[in-house]
Structures are given as structure tokens and as C-alpha cells.
């Protein structure tokens, strides 16, 4: 991505306190107003047939001579506080423009509507969030005629080469849709790696497969995915960047050519975030780098305090990987922290995971990650229940591993609480 990027030359840490908000637009007020309204009011009927003009169309000049004045339709084709969120997205993200949805899996399913048609072929890293994963193979593969294979090992050359091999024998390949790193297991991708592939692939079947990856587990402070080869990066923004366990959104970064063919699909999909929740979004990035420094130092000393115990069988903190490893390389190059939601395994398997998760009060046992208090849950019998056992055992995701996500709370309370439930084991 280019350095026009909104926002150049600021720190992250600045640019998610106050891009994309000018108190002179609100009179003065400080912080951002929420703008609950569904539709605005037209000055004339030239200036609205100008705002549809320029929506639609593009267009910069009026019908009757000058610039087209910035200005809103109806809510669900853009408003004041989403307009605020996607700037300020863009920023972080370093892209020339962002579309902000009403959930993560909104953004991944219109990304996937508005790039995949019948017949094509896509390929994806695995183990991958089961929305995403089910998204691809019960609804996409056999309702809709999209080849899906998937790459365990995306940082293997040989693997993600023999699954193109693969994907072009069954037709032209139109997306890499990549996560890294991996819901629950923290796997890597070696995001220039697929790029480069995804370039020869294009000189080969004449047009080149797009590179989307889902960036949620590190989001835009650890890692930029468009700065290594992605056209495309994908956030479960109810995830750190909500940072509160109170809403749900999503976004999707990128070029301004590729962002404005998926505004297109939301606007008739009708799945763009709404303003209150666009407002929440505002006020809880402003914390995101302080949640961030605090939640992965948190996350280090857990891991650490894991690793060393006997009842756990492994534990996928990044920043254990091993120092001579391909997938090392590719964290050191690509990679800002090494987050602070991970997976550790027990030895044993489901009796011993759950004896140890229903001794937990501090640590909370749901779905989800990236919020203010730490979560444990255990996939294959929730997040990842309803992919298939083959499957999910495959991308190493056992009967005794559970993902967890370190939160803001002290490290000797959540240590001394995990210490009593493995004591149950």
C-alpha cells in the first residue's frame, strides 16, 4: 500500500484517539456527537439529484458548476459516525479506504459475495474461524459451485503451491482468503509468500487471485497485512478493537477500487454498522494501544507460566516459536507482538479440559477474545463444533485444547486461578 494513506506520518497509538473526527464539524464538541438519524435532509432538489450523482456515480462537480459538497443520503448507504469509524480504520490499517459492517462475519461474507463467482476457486488457510470455515464449505461449495481447497501450512512454500496445483485443476482460482494468525491455534501465514504465488497464478490464467487476510487476532497495531502483499485485511472489530465485549462490527481495508466494489454489495446487503454502534467503536479505540501493550504483557507472563507446567502438553504463543523455524522468520518479519490470545493443550482430552475450565471464575468461559476480561473456551465443543473432526484435528485443534485471551486483569490473580484449576486436572 502507498504512504497516502490517511493519517501518514502519526503514530497508531495518535491515529486511534482522533483520525477521522474534527470537532469543528460538531460545534467544537470534544469527542464525536452520535448521529441517530435514518435519512438527511436535502438543501434542494439540485443538491440531492448532485448527492445521488456523486454516490453513484462518482461524480465531483455539480450539475450547475462546482465541487458536489460532502454530504449524507440515508443511513444505510453511509452516515456521520461509520464515515469516522472508516477513516480511522484506513488509518491503522494503512489503506486508502475501509467498509465498516455489523459484525465480523458480515464483513467475510461480503468480501466473499462481491469476489467469488460459481465455477471459480478459492483457497484458505487452515484451521480458519468457523464462520469463515463454514461460510466456504456449507453454503459457498455446495450451493453456489465455488472449489475450495484449503493449506494447513501457509508458510510452506511446497503446501501452498500443490493447494493452488490443486485449486487451478478444478478452476481459475479468484481469492486467497487467508487468517493470520489462525482462530484457535495461532498458526502464521507468510503473507509475501501468497502474494508472490498469487502473482504467478495470475500470469497464468490472465488474471491475478486477490489476497484477503483476516487480521483479527493481532489487529492493525501488531500487524499490517497490506504493508506484506494482502490486498485486502479483515477485522473483527468486536474483538480488540471494540476491546469491551459490548458490540459487534467488522472491516474490511484496502485499495479504494476494491473497497468501493464492496461498499457497492453492502449498501444493497444492508449489513453496514449502525450509528451507536459506530459511536461505541470511536470511544473504545481510543484505548486500543494501552488495552493492547497491557493485554500482551499479560498474555507473555500466562504463557509462560503454562509452558512450564506439566499438565499442559503445548501451548502456541507466538512467541515461542521455534527459533529456526520457517514460521518463526515469518512472525519476526511480518509481525509487531505476538498478541495475547493463544491455545494450550492439556494432556488428556475433553474430561481433563473440562474439569479444569469449570474450576475457572476469574477467567470467564465464553466465545469470543480480545475483550477487557480474560476468556477461555474450549473449540471443538463450541467455537469450532460444527466443523468435522477430521477437520478440525488435522489443524490441531484436539480434544484438549482450549484458546484463551488474556485480558486486562492482574497476572498473579489469573495465574493463581489457573494454577487451582489445573490442580482439578
Request: proline share 5%; hydrophobic share 40%; aromatic share 6%.
Amino acid at each position: 500500500m502507498s504512504a497516502d494513506y490517511p493519517g501518514h506520518g502519526l503514530h497508531p497509538d495518535t491515529l486511534a484517539v482522533g483520525q477521522g473526527y474534527d470537532p469543528a464539524d460538531a460545534w467544537g464538541a470534544a469527542k464525536p456527537p452520535i448521529v441517530l438519524t435514518s435519512t438527511f435532509v436535502y438543501p434542494s432538489a439540485q443538491a440531492a439529484k448532485d448527492f445521488h450523482r456523486a454516490f453513484f456515480d462518482g461524480a465531483t462537480e455539480g450539475e450547475q458548476g462546482g465541487p458536489i459538497p460532502d454530504g449524507f443520503i440515508y443511513s444505510r448507504l453511509g452516515h456521520p459516525n461509520l464515515s469516522m469509524v472508516e477513516a480511522r480504520m484506513s488509518a491503522l490499517d494503512r489503506a486508502e479506504d475501509t467498509a465498516g459492517f455489523n459484525s465480523g462475519m458480515s464483513a467475510i461474507s461480503t468480501l466473499a459475495l462481491a469476489f467469488l463467482r460459481p465455477g471459480d476457486s478459492m483457497i484458505y488457510s487452515r484451521p480458519i474461524y468457523s464462520g469463515s470455515d463454514n461460510l466456504l464449505n456449507t453454503v459457498l461449495a455446495p450451493n453456489f459451485g465455488v472449489h475450495v481447497e484449503g493449506v494447513i501450512d501457509a508458510c510452506d512454500e511446497i503446501a501452498v503451491r500443490a493447494a493452488a496445483e490443486a485449486a487451478l485443476a478444478r478452476g481459475p482460482i479468484a481469492l486467497f482468503m487467508m487468517e493470520s494468525p489462525a482462530n484457535p491455534t495461532a498458526a502464521i501465514v507468510d503473507i509475501a509468500l501468497v502474494r508472490r504465488i498469487a502473482d504467478e497464478i495470475g500470469a497464468r490464467q490472465g488474471k491475478r487471485p486477490l489476497v484477503s487476510v483476516d487480521n483479527t487476532f493481532l489487529g492493525p497495531l501488531l500487524q499490517n497485512p497490506l504493508e506484506h502483499g494482502a490486498d485486502l485485511t479483515v477485522t473483527s472489530l468486536t474483538k480488540y478493537c471494540g476491546g469491551h465485549s459490548d458490540l459487534l462490527a467488522g472491516s474490511i481495508s484496502g485499495s479504494a477500487e476494491l473497497i468501493g466494489r464492496i461498499k457497492a454489495l453492502r449498501m444493497i446487503l444492508g449489513n453496514h454498522m449502525e450509528p451507536f454502534t459506530a459511536w461505541l467503536m470511536l470511544r473504545s479505540m481510543e484505548s486500543l494501544a494501552v488495552r493492547t501493550q497491557r493485554a500482551c504483557t499479560n498474555a507473555l507472563t500466562v504463557a509462560t507460566f503454562l509452558r512450564a507446567h506439566p499438565k499442559v502438553a503445548r501451548v502456541t504463543y507466538l512467541g515461542f516459536l521455534a527459533e529456526d523455524s520457517a514460521a518463526r522468520a515469518v512472525y519476526e518479519r511480518q509481525c509487531g507482538g505476538a498478541g495475547s490470545t493463544f491455545s494450550f493443550a492439556l494432556h488428556g482430552g475433553e474430561a481433563e479440559a473440562f474439569r479444569f475450565l469449570d474450576q475457572l471464575k476469574i477467567l470467564k468461559l465464553a466465545v469470543s477474545l480480545g475483550g477487557s476480561e480474560t476468556l477461555i473456551c474450549h473449540p471443538a465443543t463450541t467455537t469450532h463444533y460444527n466443523i468435522p473432526r477430521e477437520r478440525r484435528e488435522a489443524s490441531g485443534i484436539t480434544d484438549g485444547t482450549m484458546r484463551l485471551s488474556v485480558g486486562l486483569e492482574h497476572p498473579d490473580d489469573l495465574i493463581a486461578e489457573m494454577t487451582r484449576g489445573l490442580e482439578a486436572v
